[in-house]
């Protein structure tokens, strides 16, 4: 089946470590986005790419990194510098400039 | 930047009434993408609207696309249960990575 996974679900981690959100697509999809959804509240772009090798800053990147070496993969850093990481992360891609985005299940991070 | 404000915030509805949620901004919308999160799921693209005064059915759910741009709205017909969830509008165009831009979601609860 073609879709967009992300691992793990549940994601728990102490204070000041960095941690590393999979996201993976086997749509043969160009784009892929990095969303921050809290509660009761609208997604905000982390970060995304159209092409391998190059992303962009979305509008709340501080704190946050990427890679996009392969197609199919669009890891997110949640990093040390990420001041309140506790959120529902969402992965999205996206076949072209005005298709709709294919959302992964996302992964709720709690950071204690 | 571009700014989507979507209202209300939260609607409560008995079964069989109607619902409507407004997509407001205060710049033309290139194109405009509806999509539904259930809850504890993850955003599932509803459509797309394109036209100037376009309007799309899909069964119980009517979506217009306002005459300037500006403005969308999502009304659904006698609810039902399974019609609970967030609904969010998303600015799906204006630049060339294809960013979209969401509005902060309406969350429509159904009292059987």
């Known amino acids: 089946d073609g879709g967009i996974t992300q691992s793990p679900k549940y994601l728990f981690r102490k204070e000041g470590q960095n941690v590393t959100l999979s996201c993976e697509q086997n749509?043969?999809?160009?784009?892929m986005y990095w969303y921050r959804q809290d509660p009761g509240q609208g997604l905000r772009l982390i970060y995304y790419?159209?092409?391998?090798?190059?992303?962009q800053k979305g509008d709340i990147a501080e704190g946050y990194s990427v890679s996009r070496e392969k197609k199919e993969s669009f890891p997110l850093t949640v990093t040390s510098a990420q001041k309140n990481p506790t959120a529902f992360y969402l992965c999205?891609?996206?076949?072209?400039?005005?298709?709709?985005?294919?959302f992964g299940p996302g992964t709720r991070l709690t950071v204690l | 930047g571009q700014q989507v404000m979507q209202i209300p915030q939260y609607q409560h509805v008995q079964e069989g009434e109607d619902f409507t949620t407004y997509c407001n901004s205060s710049t033309t919308l290139s194109n405009i993408q509806w999509y539904k999160q259930r809850p504890g799921g993850h955003p599932v693209f509803l459509i797309q609207?394109?036209?100037?005064?376009e309007v799309k059915k899909q069964k119980r759910l009517t979506f217009q696309f306002g005459e300037a741009k500006k403005n969308s709205s999502l009304h659904i017909t006698a609810t039902q249960t399974t019609d609970v969830g967030t609904y969010f509008c998303a600015d799906a165009g204006g630049t060339s990575y294809g960013k979209l831009t969401f509005g902060q979601g309406t969350i429509l609860t159904v009292h059987p």
């Open positions: 790419s159209q092409i391998v090798n190059d992303f």
């Open positions: 749509l043969n999809h160009d784009a």
């Open positions: 609207l394109v036209k100037s005064g």
């Open positions: 999205a891609s996206r076949l072209g400039l005005y298709n709709e985005q294919f």
